[in-house]
């Protein structure tokens, strides 16, 4: 699964250091800590390695 928004993908990012142990998860907040908790580290690196050329900065939930 590749990110939607650029949002995504920096959230991803996020949760993907968490879960490295790069990062502290309870500096984790919003989109990044359900993130962490609830995928892999392989979807989260699928996520975070989305190329950013042609992705909107945010996806309205509407248009999801």
Do not use: N, W, Y
């Given at each position: 699964?590749?990110?939607?928004?650029?949002?995504?993908?920096?959230?991803?990012?996020?949760?993907?250091?968490?879960?490295?142990?790069?990062?502290?998860?309870?500096?984790?907040?919003?989109?990044?800590?359900?993130?962490?908790?609830?995928?892999?580290?392989?979807?989260l690196?699928?996520?975070?390695?989305?190329?950013l050329?042609?992705?909107?900065?945010?996806?309205?939930?509407?248009?999801?």
């Amino acid at each position: 699964m590749k990110a939607v928004s650029r949002a995504q993908q920096r959230a991803a990012g996020a949760a993907l250091s968490a879960k490295r142990g790069e990062t502290k998860p309870a500096d984790l907040i919003g989109a990044s800590k359900e993130m962490f908790d609830q995928m892999s580290e392989a979807e989260l690196e699928d996520l975070a390695s989305t190329s950013l050329d042609g992705l909107p900065e945010h996806v309205d939930k509407a248009g999801e």
